[in-house]
């Protein structure tokens, strides 16, 4: 680095004083500066991916990366049509892996790694104390990663702990919807100005409940859930270490997540009987080693962002996808309530329905719900799992043709574009279509329709959207859990339509950020409100549900 930033300057002082004297000094300059760019490219080995290299030579991907964050692989993907490729950037690479079957191999690989990133960026996000920064980036902390990663976090969600996680959110989430529009006429409908923070709302009161328990830190301060937000948004910056007056917004909100959370752990709310498992079993083992409680807190800023940041924005994506197709919500409708109402009647003069929220209850009567579902993973997911190879690593693709990846690259598993890749998908890969994954888990269409584009086999390769391997989403079924109840509730008791007028339409795509796994709507859902009422016959009716 310090050689090529005393290199750089240098030429172009003295390719500027040949410019004021002959054409053929320009040549030679241009000659030059071609070769000393050419001399930065970082030289691959052939059993490298293929080099990409970008417009603007030396940070062409760089700026790319930071203007489009995760869409850039998918528009890199479709422009060069590999499967994987070596980045150039500045004067290192970087390997962008967009097929499905090696991101597939990437994901399972026990030499691409997580922690390193883990251990970097942990220090500049959470601003723990030195000693405990040290402690991370000392000795011990691959060691105290590993420990959170495959330890902590897997008995957190064991089949109990995630049935207490449910339960508990589901409960919440039924006192709430029983409360919604319970005593409007069905005439009347109730305005929602901003579905994105109505949903967002519904989910943060449910999931804080069921994560941290009675002492919830959400309850006790809406800021909270705002700052939540604004933290989610500049996190990246923030990763980067950027100071408080180039990000004041994400360092403001990072401060009001810290002063929430850190009189929770101090007083041990986390050890209670009511908090989750995956609460206290990862406060534990910082703690054990050798955390103070403010910088658990610190650490723990991250975990409500896990628990949140990807369910809201596909609850939201889902339920604008479903709801502005009339005809689909009347086919979904007649689906939940064959399949799902266990029990409808009186219970001390009020009218109560229990739906039946099991996983293999929805995949086996609500198949076009589920197709729905899938559906928007698909097409909203667009995560980004980067890992730094710890020794050469071999990805092999589905032809049996084989790419090194060098020790100490870093490789990013493009997931949002191989969900994207028309080979896999087919021509119409940027539509939302809603039957697009019916019959995908019991083998999709007949056998006969091959591995082509489109056909289930191709699908169900391609289809990633909780990661894979030793970091597969522990907080799937919990997330799938709250969107299901919440969509099923919607589509049984109510009535749902545009703010205005009867056209709808829903918002562009924010940033897709390189950091989280789920697309959020552009300007935080500005602009898509609706109206919401019973529907007839269903007005008064208490909800509940069946884990
Ligand atoms: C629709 C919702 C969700 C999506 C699409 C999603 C997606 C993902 C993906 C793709 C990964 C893998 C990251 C990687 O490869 O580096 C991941 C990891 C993780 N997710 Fe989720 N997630 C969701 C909801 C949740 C929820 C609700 C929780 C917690 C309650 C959660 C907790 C975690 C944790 C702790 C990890 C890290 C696991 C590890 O690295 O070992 N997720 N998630």
Known sequence: MATNGGVLPALTA?????????????????????LVLHSLTPSIDPREPPLLKPRIPLIGHIIGMMRHQAHYHITLQRSTGKPIATLPMLTGKMYAVWDPYLIAAGLRSKSLSSTPHIIDATPLVAQVSKPTANLLRGPRGNHIVDRIMHHAIPSAFKPASIQRLNATALAELASQLSTLCASSSTTTKTPIPNAWLWLRHLLTDATGKAVYGAHDPFAKNPAVETALWEFEKNLLKLTLNLPAFLVPVGHRARQVLIDALAPYYAARHDAEESASDFVRNRAAELREAGFPDDDVARVEIMLPFAALANTVPLLFWLFGHVFSRPELVRRLRAEVEEGLVVVSGKEQGEEVVVLSMTAAAMEERCPLLMSCYRETLRRTVHQVSTR??????????????????????????????????????????????????????????????????????????????????????????????????VMATLLLGYEVEPLEGTEWKLPGFATRSVIDAVTKPAKHGEGFGVRIGRRQGWEGVRWRYEL
């Open 14 to 34: 003295r390719g500027l004083e040949m410019v004021t004297t002959t054409p053929v000094a320009i040549a030679i300059a241009i000659a030059v500066a071609y």
């Open 388 to 485: 730094t190879a710890l020794q050469d690593t071999v990805l092999t693709d589905r032809a049996g043709r084989e790419y090194l990846l060098k020790k100490g690259s870093v490789v990013q598993l493009a997931i949002g574009a191989s969900h994207a890749v028309e080979e896999y998908w087919g021509p119409d890969a940027d539509e939302f279509r809603p039957e697009r994954f019916l019959g995908h888990n019991s083998g999709g269409r007949k056998a006969e329709d091959g591995d082509g584009p489109g056909s289930a086999k191709a699908m169900r390769a391609a289809f990633q959207p909780f990661g894979g391997g030793a970091h597969l989403c522990p907080g799937r079924n919990f997330a799938f859990a709250e969107m299901m109840a």
